[in-house]
């Protein structure tokens, strides 16, 4: 098993080979890049100019049911998330399922008013993406604050994490 990445059209390109990289290093999983020039994304609240990620989750496990993809899925887009209840979230996942979505919006440095890098992208881009793909494989979320599965609220606490799950968390994929 591995996971197919679909990368929306909208998101930051020339990145998707590290991510893909990254993510398939933290899992110890095979990971390929889908790049979509048209998925019809649904979720769209204009007057929070944000997408409902639960809607979005539903419409890729409709793609991934139709298409027969016996992979797992991530969805990675440029649009804001949110669910109800949050001003917005990096990612989510619905494990019954096998697919997830993270979003690049509030990942990037340009958000918060810092230079733009790169760099930082990729590797937030990648922690959160395997994040939410650990939570595909059967993961919760982690205690450890360097660990890919901790749930961070801040742009700090994801840049805290390291790209690599702790032993704890590792163990627990291999039983």
Not at 104 to 129: F, Q, V
Not at 139 to 155: A, G, Q, V, Y
Request: charged fraction near 20%.
């Amino acid at each position: 098993m591995g996971v197919k990445i679909f990368w929306d059209e909208r998101a930051p390109a020339g990145i998707q080979a590290p991510v893909q990289r990254c993510i398939s290093m933290i899992l110890q999983m095979p990971a390929e890049i889908v790049i979509e020039g048209g998925l019809l994304l649904k979720g769209y609240d204009p007057s929070r100019r944000q997408y409902n990620a639960q809607q979005l989750l539903t419409c890729i496990d409709t793609i991934r049911t139709c298409a027969a993809i016996s992979d797992l899925m991530l969805l990675v887009i440029a649009g804001d998330l949110y669910i109800p209840g949050y001003d917005f979230v990096f990612g989510l996942a619905r494990p019954n399922n096998g697919v997830a979505v993270v979003s690049t919006a509030r990942l990037g440095n340009g958000y918060y008013g810092r230079s733009e890098n790169d760099d930082d992208l990729i590797d937030r881009i990648a922690k959160e993406g395997a994040h939410e793909v650990g939570h595909l494989l059967g993961l919760e979320h982690c205690s450890n604050p360097e660990c890919c599965m901790f749930k961070p609220d801040t742009l700090d606490e994801l840049d805290r994490k390291k790209k690599m799950l702790c032993s704890s968390c590792q163990q627990q994929l291999s039983l």
